[in-house]
């Protein structure tokens, strides 16, 4: 695909990498390709709604697009993600009443609707705010909306992050090359570390309740800590790595977010495509931080609320919201919601009280029900020591070496990123890391691969 699209001219490169988004999502959806399609479609044709509105002054037209464009995105959205969720939650409570059970036909999720529709609605508000110009060529914008390196799991690319480069990007060697080696260093860290700790994490889970002791419960929970970084952060440095290869410069989606002085600092650095469009999308023209001490607090609450959710249906995710939300809340009445390592007395102390709380948040994360969760939490802090107990046996020397080694993440300098080092730096230690990644580590993804140990990624399910 690659040779191809370097011996396409120019002008139908475009053509090129749409119809290779759209053969790639048709290889993983099938049938719901449909629903991409109709996301396109629609938020094309209000994209020139809105402009039409902004070149006529017309306010009607503005808000009429983005509603629109907001009842269509969310509409996909809901109906395909959160149907199952409202009817069993429905037919729970008539329970309680005697009612009749709602007969359901269980609806399949489309890989990737979360972040396709949140990407096509931001094209719409950013064309009524005047951040970008509706994008004539129906073919850039389509593309813009399935580009397939980052179709299925991010990072959420903005409209006014990307248009420039739709219409017009250079190609250049230097960026082949960084994008190769970015792409390579996310196919090691979701191959061999995000692998290995989820063997162990998945183990963990799979036991009888009555089988896990603390020690096996707090291994487990820092395997899938390990694992959910390294699987998404892998998957985004994959997915900038083959947009740079294309010369598209996607948005950075994780800072180090292990190396947070503060939860308020820990998603300035997870997820950061998905924080920034709640950011300004909901949270600013809601009044942001900018309103009374009380709304503030509530926007806060709404905003993660709303994080929780966009992430599954099911009510950890909500819990997990809140929860976040919660210590957000407590962090900015007691001022420690900073992300300046030089503003707190003790930063390791703080990374460390962080990083806990971070933990124990997935803890409902990994969970599929909160009974679940709850047992996880008796599990964690019952103290009664008695080994790794049934754990044992199944824990493979090297897997935990890996998951040791995906540990090391935590005592990295607060601002180092490893995946913008390797494939930028041009000092000694990035060369030899460079040259140590393709003749090493990429190998031995590669046979890890092969032989069937590869899983999915985690977020492909949200």
């Not at 990307?162 to 960026?175: A, P, S, T, V």
């Not at 196919?187 to 998945?202: H, N, Q, S, T």
């Not at 790595?241 to 947070?260: D, H, I, S």
Request: proline share 4%.
């Amino acid at each position: 695909m690659v040779v191809l699209y370097y011996v396409t001219p120019r002008p139908l490169k475009n053509s090129l990498l749409l119809l290779a988004s759209l053969l790639f999502y048709v290889w993983g959806a099938g049938v719901f390709t449909s629903l991409l399609l109709i996301a396109i479609i629609s938020n094309y044709g209000l994209g020139w709604l809105v402009h039409a509105g902004r070149e006529r002054h017309s306010v009607v037209l503005k808000h009429l697009g983005v509603c629109l464009s907001v009842l269509v995105s969310l509409g996909i959205l809901g109906y395909f993600k959160y149907a199952n969720f409202l009817i069993d939650a429905v037919n729970q409570f008539g329970g309680y009443f005697g009612t009749a059970e709602m007969v359901w036909s269980r609806i399949v999720l489309p890989i990737g609707i979360s972040f396709f529709t949140f990407q096509s609605m931001s094209y719409v508000i950013d064309v009524s705010r005047g951040t970008s110009k509706a994008m004539r060529n129906p073919i850039d914008f389509a593309l813009y909306v399935s580009f397939f390196p980052q179709l299925i799991a991010g990072p959420i690319v903005r409209f006014h992050e990307i248009d420039g480069q739709i219409i017009k990007r250079n190609e250049r060697w230097d960026d082949f090359c960084e994008g190769t080696i970015r792409f390579t260093w996310g196919l090691v860290k979701k191959v061999v570390i995000a692998d290995a700790a989820g063997a162990i994490a998945v183990r963990v889970l799979d036991m009888p309740f009555e089988d896990v002791t603390t020690e096996a419960a707090w291994i487990g929970l820092f395997a899938y800590t390990i694992q959910i970084y390294f699987d998404f952060s892998g998957y985004s440095d994959m997915a900038i790595g083959l947009g740079r290869m294309f010369g598209f410069k996607l948005p950075e989606n994780f800072r180090r977010p292990y190396a947070a002085i503060s939860c308020t600092d820990f998603w300035r650095r997870w997820h950061i495509t998905l924080s920034a469009w709640f950011r300004d999308y909901v949270y600013f023209p809601m009044g942001g931080s900018r309103a009374s001490r009380g709304r503030t607090i509530f926007n806060l609450l709404f905003l993660f609320l709303l994080v929780g959710i966009w992430h599954g249906a099911n009510w950890t995710f909500v819990v997990w919201g809140v929860y976040n939300g919660v210590i957000m809340v407590i962090e900015r009445i007691a001022g420690w919601a900073t992300d300046d390592p030089t503003s707190v007395r003790n930063p390791v102390l703080q990374r460390a009280v962080t990083f806990m709380l971070v933990m124990l948040g997935w803890t409902i994360f990994m969970c599929p029900s909160l009974d679940q969760a709850g047992e996880y939490y008796a599990r964690l802090f019952d103290f009664s020591f008695h080994g790794l107990g049934e754990l044992e046996p199944w824990i493979a020397p090297e897997n935990m070496v890996l998951l040791l080694i995906g540990g090391l993440t935590l005592f990295l300098p607060h601002d180092f990123q490893g995946g913008i080092w390797i494939a930028t730096s041009r000092s000694r230690g990035a060369m030899a890391a460079r040259l140590a990644l393709v003749t090493l580590a990429l190998p031995w993804s590669i046979l890890l691969a092969i032989s069937g140990t590869f899983s999915p990624f985690i977020y492909f399910q949200f």
